[in-house]
């Protein structure tokens, strides 16, 4: 799950935590990343970590899928197709689990299988939804920067934008990382940044080093 350092973002990930386990199921591990949801998903090390340890018949929970990602649909269906290769399923709330009417018609008829001749269908529909789901979260992601954007062209005009200050410390961090060898991956998941942070800020500090 990617996560924030907001307070109640916390609790809601540890309501997830808990209300997975009271559903029966055993939680395996749980992997949390502070980074952009439109960073590609192959550049996101505890995501890239989560496929790696996939198992046949794991199922990844997230609280909504733009938890898990906001890249335009194409990539993110391929981060989908990534993880159901494993043999695993994704549970998010937009996405109902068809898996769950299979398992009910399973049995259900002793002249033919329901849930076997249906199975097409369900899948079909299943790949539907989380095409809506990815389409909607990245639609909202676009919308949210484009209103961001027009809030700084407006604060511009006022004389009220200042921009993102620096995090001296985390920068400093990240250099003292860098000098030690410390590879980009690494520096990123030690220090809770993203990688594209970490490659911005050693740039820049080469550059000026010059």
Known sequence: MRVSTDHQDLQRQEKLIKDTQEKGFYVAAVYREKISGVTEWEQRPELFRLINDLQQNDIVVAESIDRLTRLEPKKA??????????????????????????????????????????????????????????????????????????????????GKYRGRQPNKA?????????????????????????????????KLFKVNSI
């Open 77 to 158: 269906l391929e981060l989908i197709n990534a993880i159901k290769s494993k043999g695993a399923k994704i549970q998010v709330p937009e996405v109902f689990d068809f898996d769950t009417i299979s398992k009910e018609l399973n049995g259900k008829s002793s002249v033919f299988d329901p849930s076997f001749l249906m199975s097409d269908l369900f899948s079909a529909m299943q790949n539907m939804f989380f095409k809506l789901a990815v389409s909607i979260a990245h639609d909202d992601y676009r919308k949210r920067k484009e209103r961001q954007k027009q809030g700084i062209i407006l604060a511009k005009q006022n």
């Open 170 to 202: 985390l920068h400093k961090a990240i250099i003292e990382q860098r000098k030690m060898g410390v590879s980009i991956a690494k520096t990123a998941l030690a220090l809770n940044t993203s990688q594209s942070t970490v490659i911005r800020v050693w």
